[in-house]
């Protein structure tokens, strides 16, 4: 139903773009590709329209990964972002340095651990996160707590080994 | 009770354990200080993660009116091109129409999507598995447009036929004799039914769209396509030889087209129905750039293929053709 579509844009769209974005690492490409999901909702009509979306989502992300690999155009690790709510240099090169380390902090995850973590950040239930990644539900929160924790060690030990990662 | 998983921790934490279980985990944390310790650190820990995520947030900006998404952005963008294309197509068609033939030498404009094809080797690879444009989990999907979308496309293919100065119905006699495009004046004027002839150029912008019920009613049964594919538009042939255009979308920057009309129709060379079978076997004479030109017959039509992809994409696309929803 066209209705429950756009119930679920509005639920749901800014969360498939963080996704999207955690995945592709440029927000202009991850709006794109969040709105070519919808606009593939409303011509097939998915019964379970959000869970849909975010396995179509991923299928685009992982395509757009494996093409950016093939053509070796990701030698910018991240664009600046233009409308980077830092108001002073400083404060955007932190916020670039910041989005940097969590970025490498997430690729040392598996990748089923980052799934379920960023479907769990983009607002996804256990039962959602288990039909996704075909984990059983009760191994939801044996691999977040995993997911998280790697996370987190993994960005603390980035901060500590210096600041080289900054210049993306 | 033994002690609490690190799991079912964060289960409880995010308000996903069931009740019974966490009723379970209360009473145990209430009597054991170790849990109680590790509940507050696995607290800290989630947030953290949170937090951190947090820092890798694309900026906020207004999302699109739903309705907009029909077009997807990404397709105009790479679209654009093709319909400057259309609009000088046009242009020349209108001035071929006021001044007849003798004022036409101008060589048609090539879209990109019509040269990535004519690049393509003739060679076809069946071994080939799993062309990337079919191995995407999302267009093995069986749903199909619902009739709720198919008529958005047809109302708009019926603005654009509006806007366009060319008749809406059979093609009248003058038209078929002298149709107003440079592409089809080069093929001979008795080979009104070649849809080879017609196609890899810049067909698409020259034949009239037309609603399902037209459609419908040159082919004698319903047009076919790919089930699952939005349906772009709807064409039929200038020439008014029967023949009808199908556009669907395969994804965001890729269309094919199908092109379709009844089998009687077919010249000699087309005759005898046989699935999957080439226009290569079926007309060796025919020259390179309409040798691999992929056609099947689908109830009663015979129905050929054409897109940016390659000849085995097309193939297994072709095979999956049926009547349209």
Known sequence: ?????????????????????????????????????FARA??????????????????????????AARERRHLTLLKSEPETVGTSPEDEIDADTK????????????????????????????????????????????TLARARRRLVEAYDAGIEGGQHVARG | MSHVDDGALHAYLDGELPSTERAALEAHVAGCPDCRARLTEERALVERASVLLGLAQPAERPAPPLHQLRQPRLMWRLRLPLAWAASVVLALGVGYS?????????????????????????????????????????FSRTNRPSDGLTSGVEAKAAMRQQAQPQPRDAAPPAVAAAPPSV???????????????????????????????????????????????????????????????????????????????????DVAGYAAPAPMRYDRQAAGLRERENADRLARFV???????????????????????????
Not at chain 1, 21 to 28: G, H, I, L, Q, S
Not at chain 1, 101 to 124: F, I, K, S, Y
Not at chain 2, 103 to 112: C, D, F, G, L, M
Not at chain 2, 218 to 238: C, K, M, Q
Request: proline fraction near 8%.
């Open chain 2, 299 to 325: 109830g009663p039509l015979r129905v050929e293929i054409a897109g940016p992809l390659s000849q085995d994409s097309l193939n297994r696309l072709l095979e999956q053709v049926k009547p349209l929803p």
């Open chain 1, 42 to 67: 409303l011509v097939h009509k998915p019964e379970n329209a959000r869970g849909w979306l975010f396995v179509v989502a991923a299928n685009m992300a992982r395509d757009e990964a494996r093409r």
């Open chain 1, 1 to 37: 139903m066209p209705e429950d579509i756009a119930d679920v844009y509005r639920s749901t769209y800014r969360a498939l773009v963080r996704f999207l974005y955690r995945k592709v690492w440029d927000a202009e490409r991850a709006e794109d590709l969040a709105q070519e999901a």
């Open chain 2, 183 to 265: 592409t089809v004046a080069e093929s001979p004027p008795s080979a009104a039914a070649d849809l080879s002839a017609l196609r890899g150029r810049l067909v698409a912008t020259e034949w009239p769209i037309i609603r399902r019920e037209p459609a419908r009613r040159i082919l004698g049964s319903e047009p076919v396509g790919v089930p699952g594919l939005a349906v772009r538009v709807i064409r039929r042939s200038p020439a008014g030889d029967g023949t009808v255009l199908v556009e669907q979308q395969l994804d965001s920057a890729t269309v094919i087209q199908l092109f379709q009309r009844p089998a009687t129709a």
């Open chain 1, 99 to 142: 989005r940097t380390q969590v970025r490498a902090a997430l690729d040392q995850l598996t990748p089923r651990d980052r799934e379920a973590l960023l479907l769990w950040d983009a607002g996804m239930s256990y039962d959602e996160i288990a039909a996704h990644t075909g984990l059983a539900r009760g191994a939801i929160g044996t």
């Open chain 2, 98 to 138: 006021l001044h007849g033939p003798s004022s036409t030498a101008i060589p048609h404009a090539a879209s990109p999507a019509v040269a990535r094809e004519e690049d393509r080797p003739a060679t076809r690879a069946p071994e080939d598995k799993a062309p990337a444009s079919l191995g995407r989990q999302e």
